[in-house]
């Protein structure tokens, strides 16, 4: 069982003795993966400091926080940060009365995590439409992810992600499903759920969506300058309409009939255009259904959880400790900690201690993905810091 696997173990260890001696240099020493990149590995840390990082290295993450919703969205955050190679920029959307305290907590990170990213705090806006009325459609703001073409004007491609969502894994390696776009794909979700017979919108949708499962709209990543470009077919007028133009006339059209708000507007919208979306694995967007019914999504017994999403308030309570165990953990790790002593071993006993629930009885799904970024950190950080040869 992953929990007890010797040779990770080994290396976690190994990776704890280095981290032990030279605890600050386990956070990145800058934008980018820098031993992958032959002009820029031989400078000194110094000098790295004062060069901008190079276009391609930064990648954009979108979030929408309102309410209480700020320790979720800054744990969230700080996952992006720990694990992820490339610069990020992140596009905080959020009420006015939070813009403060999302500055105090960045300005408790550590200066080398702060130089893995930059951050915008945007106010909400609705540029089409009652603002009152996209603000409370289901959950508080989240209809502003409908907008983000719209107002990110000089952005070509974003990550938007709930604040109940967990990396554990790079950010790289899910931004890299954008290369895999064909010409007329501009978005990429994962489904709603696997299994018809059990999917809340093949048993209880009152309007169109995507596909037999429908989408969560949770993760999603977005070609910007794509939806921008794009005339979407409608079943409003016969000729296509401008994402923009498509808003607003599509929620009078269907307000009375959806449940989830946006996320089910989503799905109307690529149901019309299948031809614009492409569909990413369950792991990439995993959540308490594809475990508290018995395990149903394949990826993830493969390759394990590569980005967890703790909907139904799972964080904070007791219902599904596993997921809890992943939250608790990222938000207390400190950035200098040492990386078993804080992160492998704490996630290991709080894992041992949910056992007796559905979620809790797959450690291996759950681990399996978070184990192989931990040895990967290790195994670059060695060569980048100490120099390929001081592993002997």
């Not at 590569?306 to 909907?311: E, P, R, V």
Request: with cysteine; hydrophobic share 40%.
């Amino acid at each position: 069982m992953v929990l007890n696997n010797p040779g990770m173990q080994k290396e976690i260890y190994r990776f704890s003795i280095f981290c032990g001696v030279t605890s600050l240099l386990c956070v990145e020493r800058a934008c980018g993966d820098v031993g992958s990149i032959p002009a820029r590995a031989h400078l000194q840390d110094q000098e790295l400091k004062k060069r901008p990082p190079i276009a391609e290295e930064w990648m954009h993450l979108a979030v929408v926080t309102c309410g209480d919703r700020l320790e979720e969205t800054v744990t969230m955050l700080k996952s992006a940060i720990l694990f992820s190679r490339k610069c990020i920029k992140f596009h905080i959307f959020a009420e006015d009365s939070l813009k403060p305290e999302f500055e105090r907590k960045f300005k408790e990170w550590p200066s080398a995590a702060s130089r893995k990213y930059q951050y915008k705090i945007y106010p909400i806006t609705f540029s089409v439409g009652n603002a009152e009325e996209w603000k409370k459609l289901f959950k508080p703001c989240a209809a502003q992810r409908l907008f983000l073409s719209m107002i990110l004007k000089d952005v070509d491609s974003l990550l938007y992600v709930d604040t109940d969502v967990l990396f554990l894994r790079p950010l790289d390696d899910i931004w890299a499903f954008l290369h895999q776009f064909n010409d007329t794909q501009l978005a990429a979700m994962a489904p709603e759920h696997e299994i018809p017979k059990i999917g809340w919108y093949s048993r209880f949708a009152r309007h169109p969506f995507y596909g037999t499962t429908g989408l969560n709209s949770g993760v999603m990543l977005m070609n910007l300058t794509r939806i921008r470009m794009t005339q979407f077919k409608n079943n409003m007028i016969p000729a296509g309409l401008t994402w923009e133009e498509m808003l607003h006339p599509l929620y009078q059209k269907y307000k009375n009939y959806i449940t989830w708000g946006d996320q089910d507007l989503l799905n109307i919208i690529f149901y019309f255009n299948p031809e614009n979306l492409y569909v990413f694995p369950c792991q990439w967007n995993y959540r308490p259904d594809h475990c508290m019914y018995g395990s149903n999504c394949k990826t993830a017994e493969d390759e394990g959880v590569s980005i967890l999403h703790g909907n139904r308030g799972v964080y904070h309570d007791d219902k599904q400790p596993a997921f809890k165990a992943f939250y608790e953990v990222i938000r207390d790790y400190p950035f200098d900690g040492n990386l078993y002593q804080s992160m492998y071993y704490p996630l290991q006993t709080k894992f041992l201690e949910s056992v007796h629930t559905l979620c809790g009885r797959i450690p291996q799904v759950f681990l399996k993905q978070i184990e192989k970024t931990m040895k990967k950190l290790y195994e670059r950080r060695v060569i980048v810091h100490a120099g390929p040869h001081s592993q002997d």
